[in-house]
């Protein structure tokens, strides 16, 4: 079984900063993806940023140039540098992780979510 803890959500101003962590643990074969969703009051999950065992990142249209997705792939965690934020971030981000287990195939993982708030 694999655990994601997330930590770094927090209340902020408009145009403040703001970096959330990840840490997978628990039997880790490999990781494939890991990435963050977020969901707002009200609002269907959307997908902010992801990125592959490679460095490959992929964002949100709406979050390109103010957020940053970065891995330390020794310590299995993942990063979501957010700067310039807005409003419409406010919403708990939630982290996931497609990860082998025993290198015999993938299954996706969820944190528990941390709240972003941003006042305006």
């Known amino acids: 079984q694999v655990q994601l803890v997330e930590s770094g959500g927090g209340l902020v101003q408009a145009g403040g900063s703001l970096r959330l962590s990840c840490v997978a643990s628990?039997?880790?074969?490999?990781?494939?993806?890991m990435g963050w969703y977020r969901q707002a009051p009200a609002k269907q999950r959307e997908l902010v940023a992801t990125i592959t065992e490679n460095g490959n990142t992929n964002y949100l249209d709406s979050v390109k140039g103010r957020f940053t997705i970065s891995r330390d792939s020794n310590k299995n965690t993942v990063y979501l540098q957010m700067n310039s934020l807005e409003f419409e971030d406010t919403a708990v981000y939630y982290c996931?992780?497609?990860?082998?287990?025993?290198?015999?195939?993938?299954?996706?993982?969820w944190g528990q979510g941390t709240q972003v708030t941003v006042s305006s």
């Open positions: 628990g039997t880790i074969f490999s990781t494939k993806v």
């Open positions: 996931y992780a497609e990860t082998s287990e025993y290198g015999l195939g993938y299954d996706t993982y």
